[in-house]
């Protein structure tokens, strides 16, 4: 071959092949559906071959599109790894980790500066997505912090906290709507919802655990704004718009400074935990080690001072 195509082609194709979606893949890669479609058609016609069949609703690899595609692939993901290589030759590593958006704000990030006094030789590059899949397939993440119950086929992945599920509302919004004296009050204040309740425990998993009959909190779970994600809705309690559900990790300080008040002394321990995962060929990368030992260690702290909390709530 005289030529090779562009690496956004080629990044394109590795995408669309893991996804079969050029939606899909538009939406990883920041650009229109257009846009992957072109660059497919440009590789096709470059090297003369089909990589994919286009059928109604549904994309396929070609033979030769599997075979293209699983070489493009390893390219991509070993250039990345190289090019970090080559950094920490120079001094310093480059650490991809992607967080849920809640977990990152409220817990993680205010940490971070405490990583970096002690590791500067670690730069940790942060984004976020809200997802039950690790999405560890990206060539371009080397960790995924996510919450879930430890399941992760092909993954190496370690607990790091398991922690509370607390009813929060802003005190100023109590003062005008008045405390709800029983869990059944709650069904007549506004909640504030989340659509994507798949990793973190919804309104309707406290309700049972507080003992609340579905006919009474049902009704009032099928109205509303709907958020996102739980630090959307913590905004939005902070704004006095209503009573949020949120966990020890996003909560904690805010109930012990008092922007927060929680609502019943009720022990509701989360069905999920949080998770370090990555895939097992990085797991021992030096890089990788001390972040996971220093996560282990600050989650540990955090779970010591929330199961104390809860232990004398019990205990009352």
Not at 87 to 102: D, I
Not at 247 to 271: K, M, Q, Y
Request: glycine share 6%; hydrophobic share 40%.
């Amino acid at each position: 071959m005289q030529h090779l195509p562009p690496i956004a082609a080629l990044r394109a194709l590795a995408v669309a092949s893991r996804h079969l979606s050029f939606t899909k893949a538009a939406d990883e890669l920041n650009v229109t559906q257009s846009a992957v479609s072109h660059q497919i058609k440009y590789i096709e016609e470059m090297w003369d071959v089909k990589l994919f069949e286009r059928r109604p609703r549904q994309l396929l690899l070609t033979p030769a599109g599997e075979k293209l595609a699983e070489i493009v692939n390893k390219f991509i993901e070993d250039l990345g790894e190289t090019l970090d290589e080559i950094k920490a030759e120079e001094g310093h590593t480059a650490l991809r980790v992607e967080a849920l958006p809640s977990l990152a704000v409220k817990w993680l990030v205010p940490r971070l500066q405490a990583f970096r006094e002690e590791h500067p030789e670690v730069d940790v590059w942060l984004s976020t997505r809200h997802s039950e899949r690790p999405g560890l397939e990206r060539g371009d993440l080397d960790a995924v912090i996510t919450m879930g119950d430890g399941n992760y086929p092909g993954y190496k992945s370690w607990e790091l906290m398991r922690d509370y599920v607390i009813p929060v509302a802003r005190p100023r919004f109590l003062e005008k709507v008045g405390m709800p004296k029983k869990p059944e009050d709650l069904c007549k204040l506004p909640l504030l919802l989340r659509h994507s309740g798949i990793l973190s425990p919804g309104w309707d998993y406290w309700f049972n655990y507080a003992g609340v009959d579905k006919d009474l909190y049902q009704p009032a779970l099928r109205d509303g704004t709907r958020f996102p994600d739980t630090n959307m809705a913590i905004q939005a309690a902070f704004e006095g718009q209503g009573v949020a559900l949120a966990r020890s990790a996003h909560v904690w300080e805010d109930l012990e400074t008092g922007r927060l008040v929680r609502l019943f002394n009720i022990h509701c321990p989360s069905d999920v935990s949080v998770y370090f995962v990555c895939r097992p060929e990085r797991a021992e990368r030096p890089a990788m080690v001390a972040c996971r030992d220093w996560l282990i260690r600050e989650s540990a702290a955090s779970q010591a001072i929330w199961d104390a909390a809860e232990e004398e709530l019990i205990s009352k």
